[in-house]
């Protein structure tokens, strides 16, 4: 059991009292959360918000609206969202085609499916791959697999959940193994660990120059014990 003896509910329970309980998220199904990484590139999460709600006010979030909108109304939300914009108007235009041939709507049907079948239909998708899918799957309740992104498996890795290999997938797949006996087999509770990782990664626990002062979980991290 890592970090120290108070295993990951007690290190969650820490980032919570110093970050504060995780935000609700805009993205409420498949097809949103797809949108919400394909609308901006590279930028941080306020500005991928505004250019979501943009997409949203301007054009719709079904895919029905998404393929009858102007090329200069895509553009001009693409624009919102970093650099590139050109590829992501495209982007959006294969989202949509892709999204009517799966069901329309926001993808709600594919909810229905089995977890095997849906992570098929949206590993299709611009930007999904298989932690992105599994991101759907769980935020939207259709699954209890946990997830992580970059910044949360990279403190993962580090609390000792995982080992760091060569290659991302490994990478993942090892922590996602080590993580899955610590945590209730619940979609809110592995949110909540998705949310707090990855919150923690951005804001203390970065690639470079962690702020290892301010974290409550050195006691526990094979990292700071490396050059702490």
């Not at 991928?48 to 949203?56: N, Q, S, T, V």
Request: some cysteine; charged content about 30%.
């Amino acid at each position: 059991m890592s970090p120290g003896t108070r295993g990951l509910p007690g290190a969650l329970d820490a980032l919570e009292k110093l970050l504060g309980k995780p935000a609700k998220p805009l993205p409420q199904h498949p097809l949103d959360w797809i949108l919400w990484e394909n609308v901006a590139y590279l930028v941080d999460d306020e500005a991928r918000a505004h250019a979501y709600r943009a997409l949203e006010m301007e054009v719709g979030l079904a895919a029905e609206d998404l393929a009858k909108a102007g090329a200069k109304t895509l553009l001009e939300v693409a624009r919102l969202g970093g650099m590139h914009p050109e590829r992501r108007v495209d982007k959006l235009r294969e989202i949509a085609d892709l999204a009517i041939e799966a069901g329309g709507g926001r993808l709600e049907k594919v909810l229905e499916l089995g977890v095997k079948d849906a992570r098929k239909i949206l590993k299709r998708f611009p930007g999904i791959g298989d932690p992105g899918a599994d991101k759907i799957l769980l935020f939207c309740g259709a699954s209890t697999e946990m997830s992580l992104e970059s910044n949360g498996l990279r403190v993962a890795v580090r609390l000792g959940y995982g080992e760091e290999a060569t290659s991302y997938a490994t990478t993942y797949r090892s922590a996602i193994a080590a993580l899955d006996p610590e945590l209730e087999r619940k979609s809110a509770r592995r949110v909540r660990a998705y949310e707090l990782l990855r919150a923690h990664g951005q804001a203390l626990c970065k690639r470079t120059a962690p702020d290892c002062d301010a974290c409550p979980l050195t006691r526990g991290c094979r990292y700071f014990a490396r050059v702490g």
